[in-house]
């Protein structure tokens, strides 16, 4: 299949090239996109050196599968285009996530609403991603009536100018400050952008998107933290879920989830951590414990590398499940 990376350059883009090479995505071109200033320059797949191309050149080669990267606005600009010359679009960017006419997928979770006609899907959010993974599992056993969450993301969420800022500071070196404030040695509570309620674009998503994911109106409310951590998102999920449970229950059901491994023993100290998440595919679960100050209240421990499940792994399995369900074309 010919197969197209638009933002090849970026964090996220690099990402996708890897994944697709390590999990033996057929390839029969690869066709790497950025944004005029990177057109000539070479980026390495394989043993092979490829020229980056505009999003016009790339549309002329007619790949089959475009996986995007490239932010909102360059999404809304040239997803349309790509798919009108009937290209699959997997776009990782917010731009299309709460369209009603496109679908946000989670391969495990909800690949069925798939069909052929899509010519435009949305990879979820990196936070909405590991969290719904692992309320899947409960939300189809119990039900799910409301969810509180609260996470510490990684710099790496910001991209380079985020990982520059914590390792410049961390040397104690001026450079460009990507954050309002120092990261390093500190924590803030803030992602995205501020609406007029209070609450941030990042927190807004792990609303909206959940929702759509798991197709129920499930109450949930976010608080968003960035945290002095290069790659890994982790999250403080508090479940109140519908039906009575057992705590056994719940760590089979999670450990027969595809994609989820439970690091769960308190008297090794064993839980999740970014550090040993990172580039790892799964989705970690851990501290799972009754909430008992609530009926049917449970609490979780998540974490996930955002720039392989919470983007550039997600995109290419959507791309599989395409492929392997004969959705393209």
């Not at 790497?32 to 990177?38: I, P, R, T």
Request: aromatic residues 6%.
């Amino acid at each position: 299949m010919k197969v197209a990376v638009v933002g090849a350059t970026g964090l996220v883009g690099r990402k996708m090239i890897q994944v697709l090479k390590e999990r033996n995505f057929p390839i029969t071109q690869l066709i790497a996109v950025a944004s005029e200033k990177s057109v000539g320059k070479m980026i390495r797949f394989e043993e092979s050196e490829i020229e980056i191309v505009s999003p016009e050149r790339a549309i002329e080669q007619k790949p089959d599968i475009a996986l995007f990267s490239a932010g909102g606005q360059a999404s809304k600009n040239l997803a349309p285009k790509f798919a009108a010359a009937g290209i699959t679009v997997i776009d990782n960017s917010s731009a299309w996530r709460m369209d009603p006419t496109i679908p946000l997928v989670v391969p495990e979770i909800n690949g069925s609403v798939l069909k052929k006609e899509n010519k435009i899907i949305a990879n979820p959010n990196c936070s909405t991603i590991q969290m719904v993974m692992a309320l899947a599992p409960l939300h189809r056993r119990y039900g799910i009536k409301r969810i509180v969450v609260s996470t510490y993301q990684s710099v790496s969420g910001s991209g380079i100018k985020g990982i520059n800022q914590l390792r410049n500071e961390r040397k104690g070196e001026k450079g460009e400050m990507v954050y309002p404030y120092q990261i390093d040695m500190n924590t803030l509570a803030h992602a995205g952008d501020f609406d007029d309620t209070g609450y941030t674009t990042e927190e807004i998503k792990l609303v909206k998107e959940t929702q759509k994911i798991l197709n129920d109106k499930i109450a949930v409310s976010a608080t968003v933290v960035r945290v002095p951590v290069v790659a890994g998102h982790s999250e403080s999920v508090n479940v109140e879920l519908k039906q009575p449970f057992t705590i056994e229950e719940v760590i089979y059901l999670l450990s027969d989830m595809p994609g989820v491994t439970v690091q769960d023993d308190p008297k090794k100290n064993l839980y999740p951590m970014p550090i040993f998440a990172e580039e790892k595919d799964d989705v970690f679960v851990g501290r799972i414990r009754r909430d008992t100050s609530v009926e049917n209240g449970l609490n979780m421990w998540v974490v996930s590398d955002n720039l392989r499940k919470g983007a550039a792994t997600n995109a290419v399995q959507i791309a599989e499940y395409l492929k392997a369900h004969n959705l393209i074309h």
